[in-house]
């Protein structure tokens, strides 16, 4: 990739975790990046998360998915170690363990599958018996019929972590222009050139990164839409008088998050509704309903706040990484769905070798932007 003028090496559309790990990668491997962000930074799903680092428990078990998942959670504690020492700033990383519930039939079957999938994928974790977790959470509902400590599950705070990131691409030099727009994607040809705002005015670059998380499949120009959809997550946190657990807790119909603060974060609605932002009478009663299942006392902690995301979810649910296959300088990095706090480290790592031309066998191919030809137009922004 040469310097030319003013024109950026790369140029990022969307400022959420994807888009701001992968450009302060790109930026620490010398080359000068611009990250174009339509609101502040960091307030779409990357704001709305839970923060959860968690590979096993929605991976649905698909190999590749657990494989990535797991490498960048090995990696997280270096990554965001040097992130810290960066800015000054922590991130609430936290090495914490999680407690899969079971409370039914189906439940149990979700621990003996999860418990599998440990063995198999090397993850510490282990079965909990009933008298050493009323020892150690007393105030977990006591119809549980049975609970895996996974240990290997950790969390972060993704509020503080996506600033953090906005600070540290800000040392390594990238440009993070706020309130700006992008429309389309312009390509001349089998190249992309740079992008058109809303405004009408045009940027060029040497490189174009699409990461606009659930709005990627908005974006014009692209000449196959990135088939993404938005999955809204609606989200509540409340402030009991004392954390039920140190763990995060989790079963079928919801989970809960500490913070060192001393609120419990309660999610996550899946919810097929396009783009209608916002919380439901019904999406805070489930989410209610869940955390008083899990732990009764919770009933009586007071709600601080609520609020929601869209998860962008592609056709397979995999995330989509990678050079496009008909477009010369044109990448991807988006559809990370449930997971992208967990997958920011290793994605930014990935693509920052194969966007500087480094490597491009790191990414699996099941991930790869062209395994999506074969669906096109069958699914897509809604
Ligand atoms: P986003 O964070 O949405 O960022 C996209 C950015 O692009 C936004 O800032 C937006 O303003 C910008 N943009 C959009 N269109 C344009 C445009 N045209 N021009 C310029 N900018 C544009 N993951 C986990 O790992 N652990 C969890 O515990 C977890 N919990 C979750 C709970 C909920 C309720 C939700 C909603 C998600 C959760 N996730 C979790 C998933 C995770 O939040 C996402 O996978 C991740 O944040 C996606 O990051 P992103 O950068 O791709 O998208
Ligand atoms: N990973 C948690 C969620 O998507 O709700």
């Known amino acids: 990739m040469t ?6 090496d790369l140029l990022v559309v969307g400022g959420g975790v994807i888009g701001l790990s992968v450009a302060r990668d790109v930026a620490r491997r010398g080359l000068r990046v611009t990250v174009l962000d339509r609101d502040e930074p960091g307030r779409g799903a990357s704001w709305a998360a839970a923060g959860m680092l968690s590979p096993l428990a929605e991976a649905h078990a698909s190999r590749p998915f657990l494989e990535f998942g797991l490498a960048s959670l090995r990696m997280y504690g270096d990554w965001v170690r040097e992130l810290e020492s960066e800015v000054g700033e922590s991130v609430e990383y936290r090495e914490c363990g999680k407690l899969l519930l079971a409370f039914t039939r189906s439940g149990s079957a979700r621990l003996d599958e999860q418990e599998r999938l440990a063995r198999r994928y090397s993850v510490s974790a282990s079965r909990a018996e009933p008298e050493w977790l009323r020892r150690e959470d007393p105030d977990l509902a006591r119809s549980v019929r049975g609970a895996l400590l996974v240990e290997e599950d950790y969390r972060v705070d993704n509020r503080l972590l996506v600033r953090a990131l906005e600070g540290g691409a800000r040392r390594a030099r990238v440009e993070i222009r706020a309130g700006t727009a992008v429309r389309e994607i312009r390509i001349q040809g089998d190249r992309a050139l740079g992008v058109i705002l809303e405004d009408g005015s045009s940027l060029d670059a040497g490189t174009i990164l699409v990461a606009a998380g659930a709005w990627s499949g908005r974006l014009e120009g692209l000449s196959r839409t990135v088939p993404i959809r938005p999955v809204r997550g609606q989200m509540l946190s409340l402030a009991p008088e004392q954390l039920p657990s140190r763990r995060m807790l989790e079963a079928e119909e919801g989970y809960l998050v500490p913070r060192d603060d001393g609120r419990l974060l309660v999610g996550g ?24 299942h899990l732990v009764p006392s919770l009933e009586s902690a007071p709600i601080v706040d609520f609020w929601s995301g869209f998860r962008p979810a592609s056709i397979d649910g995999h995330p989509i990484l990678g050079p496009d296959p008909e477009v010369r300088d044109l990448f991807v990095a988006t559809g990370h769905y449930r997971n992208g706090i967990l997958l920011a480290p290793l994605t930014a790592r990935t693509m920052g070798a194969v966007i500087t031309g480094e490597t491009e066998a790191s990414l699996p191919p099941e991930f790869l932007p062209s395994r999506l030809l074969a669906h096109e137009g069958s699914g897509g922004a809604s």
């Not at 310097?3 to 950026?8: A, L, Q, V």
């Not at 899946?270 to 955390?291: D, K, Q």
Request: charged share 35%; hydrophobic share 30%; proline share 7%.
């Open 269 to 292: 609605t899946m919810e097929e509704v396009g783009f209608r932002p916002g919380n439901t009478v019904r999406g805070i009663r489930e989410l209610l309903e869940s955390a008083i």
């Open 3 to 8: 310097r030319n003028g003013d024109r950026p």
